[in-house]
């Protein structure tokens, strides 16, 4: 079992940047692939950026690539999403989420464990 706690959302406007932190507790976090992904009202959960255990490969979706940045701090237990040059189109709840298959996948539904979400608001 892996528990995830994610932090950093919050309000901001358009232009500006935000990084997100994702904690994870209980089984090895070296032995998950991680992923953030993002749900806005009325929408399906879409993919925002992977990162394989060892960091050694990332992936983005397209609407994010060039503003947004996947790392991992496995000392720390802690997957972080630097967003930069954020846009109305990116509010949504972001979740952070743990894959026992330790290579990067853009299905939301390959994913075993979920954190709670924290909340995106960009302004225009």
């Known amino acids: 079992q892996v528990q995830l706690v994610e932090s950093g959302g919050g309000l901001v406007q358009a232009g500006e940047s935000l990084r997100l932190s994702c904690a994870a507790s209980?089984?090895?976090?070296?032995?998950?692939?991680m992923g953030w992904f993002r749900q806005a009202p009325g929408k399906e959960r879409e993919f925002v950026a992977g990162?394989?255990?060892?960091?050694?490969?990332?992936s983005y979706a397209e609407s994010v690539k060039g503003r947004f940045t996947i790392s991992r701090d496995n000392a720390k237990n802690t997957v972080y999403l630097q967003m930069n040059s954020l846009k109305p189109e990116d509010t949504a709840v972001y979740y952070c989420?743990?894959?026992?298959?330790?290579?990067?996948?853009?299905?939301?539904?390959?994913?075993?464990?979920w954190g709670q979400g924290t909340q995106v608001t960009v302004s225009s």
């Open positions: 990162i394989s255990r060892s960091a050694g490969s990332t």
């Open positions: 209980g089984r090895t976090f070296t032995n998950y692939a």
């Open positions: 989420a743990a894959r026992r298959i330790p290579i990067l996948s853009t299905d939301y539904r390959s994913y075993d464990y």
